[in-house]
Nanobody, 116 residues
Framework: QVQLAESGGGSVQPGGSLRLSCAAS????????MSWHRQAPGKERELVAS????????NYADSVKGRFTISRDNAKNTVYLQMDSLKPEDTAVYSC?????????WGQGIQVTVSS
C-alpha cells in the first residue's frame, strides 16, 4: 500500500519559516519524481516545486522562487520543502506527489497558515 505522509505544517507569522517533510512508503522512492503542491481556499491547486529522481532538475513556481527550497533524501524515502520568508498568501493545504509515468500518488495534505 502506497502512503505519502506529510508533516511539519502549522501556523507561523509572516517572515517565518517552516519545513515540510513527506515520507513515502510502498513505492521505490528513488524511481519517482516528487513535487509539492498547494491549494488555498477558493483557489485551484497549484504546483509549488518539483524535483527529479536524482535531484538534477528542480523547478519552482514564480511566487516562491528564492524563498522555498525543495530537496530529497533517497536513503530516507523523504522529500522536503523548506519555506522561508513566508507570506500570508502562502497559506494553503500543502500536498506532496510522487509520479512515475502514469503512476501518481498523493499525500493527504497538511495545513500551513501564515498570519500575524
Amino acid at each position: 500500500q502506497v502512503q505519502l505522509a506529510e508533516s511539519g505544517g502549522g501556523s507561523v507569522q509572516p517572515g517565518g519559516s517552516l519545513r515540510l517533510s513527506c515520507a513515502a512508503s510502498g513505492i521505490t522512492f528513488r524511481n519517482y519524481g516528487m513535487s509539492w503542491h498547494r491549494q488555498a481556499p477558493g483557489k485551484e491547486r497549484e504546483l509549488v516545486a518539483s524535483i527529479t529522481i536524482t535531484g538534477g532538475i528542480i523547478n519552482y513556481a514564480d511566487s516562491v522562487k528564492g524563498r522555498f527550497t525543495i530537496s530529497r533524501d533517497n536513503a530516507k524515502n523523504t522529500v522536503y520543502l523548506q519555506m522561508d520568508s513566508l507570506k500570508p498568501e502562502d497559506t494553503a493545504v500543502y500536498s506532496c506527489n510522487a509520479k512515475r509515468g502514469i503512476s501518481s500518488f498523493w499525500g493527504q495534505g497538511i495545513q500551513v497558515t501564515v498570519s500575524s
